[in-house]
């Protein structure tokens, strides 16, 4: 049984080495994925950008208001399988031009802030400079989702310097509070790949809603609090930014 075994194996192993896995085949795949991985590169050289610029900023207001507003930033490239995915939600053809231009969020950045307007006053810094093109925002702060998730969505085009040339690379940059992480990735961990029975479903999506409310009303007072211990011209700045990010929902929202 063993000897029979081994030879069906054999037979397999051959036939994949001289029907699958030939030269042609090599080169094929090489051609193909050759682009993809350099197309991943050049995600992963936006991410550096935008990372190093929110660096910059939290270093500028711990100097001039020796306050750090940002906590922590995360970032990510998506897998080719969310990519793929993503491909098949949108019925979009499989090509490397329709991945750069249609699909937004293959680089992710996301920003945890320790206040509310905190989040407001970083995005809105970041998003007046010059090199930084927006091309869609969304506020879930103000306009939470059905679900209680909340964060500020930004999509943005930046460029990054290879070479020989300039390329414009999309990334789409989330800011939160520390509160609102909490939610999202507990959130993530309770529904992520669970087949959860629909009898459950509402009843776990009323007890998120809570948990979204009550984290929403202790964002609101440790804003308060924070407000008592920074002067009024740091509050004055904070509000025109919440205002600034405001004014561009009309124009930029998709």
Not at 48 to 58: G, I, P, Q, R, Y
Not at 112 to 130: N, P, R, T
Not at 185 to 195: F, V
Not at 219 to 248: A, G, W
Request: charged share 30%.
């Amino acid at each position: 049984m063993n000897k029979e075994l081994t030879k069906i194996t054999e037979k397999r192993d051959k036939f994949i080495k001289d029907n699958i896995i030939t030269d042609k085949n090599l080169n094929l795949m090489s051609e193909n994925i050759l682009p993809l991985e350099t197309l991943m590169t050049y995600y992963r050289c936006a991410i550096m950008e935008v990372e190093t610029k929110f660096k910059v900023l939290n270093e500028q207001f711990s100097l001039r208001y020796d306050n750090n507003p940002i906590e922590t930033i995360k970032s990510r490239v998506k897998s080719l399988d969310g990519i793929l995915k993503k491909i098949k939600k949108k019925d979009l053809p499989l090509t490397y031009n329709a991945i750069e231009n249609e699909i937004y969020d293959i680089a992710g950045v996301r920003v945890i802030c320790s206040f509310v307007e905190d989040v407001y006053l970083i995005a809105d810094c970041f998003l007046k400079q010059d090199d930084i093109t927006l091309l869609s925002i969304k506020d879930y702060i103000k306009n939470p989702k059905p679900s209680g998730y909340r964060s500020l969505h930004l999509i943005i085009e930046i460029p990054i310097f290879l070479e020989n040339e300039k390329r414009m690379m999309k990334v789409e940059v989330q800011l939160r509070t520390l509160a609102m992480d909490l939610w999202a990735s507990q959130e993530h961990k309770l529904r992520y790949k669970k087949e959860i029975p629909e009898e459950e479903q509402d009843y776990l999506q009323n007890e998120l809603n809570k948990v979204a409310q009550t984290l929403s009303e202790i964002d609101i007072h440790m804003e308060s609090l924070n407000k008592r211990i920074h002067d009024k011209q740091y509050h004055k700045e904070v509000q025109e930014s919440r205002n600034n990010i405001h004014n561009l929902l009309p124009v930029f929202i998709k």
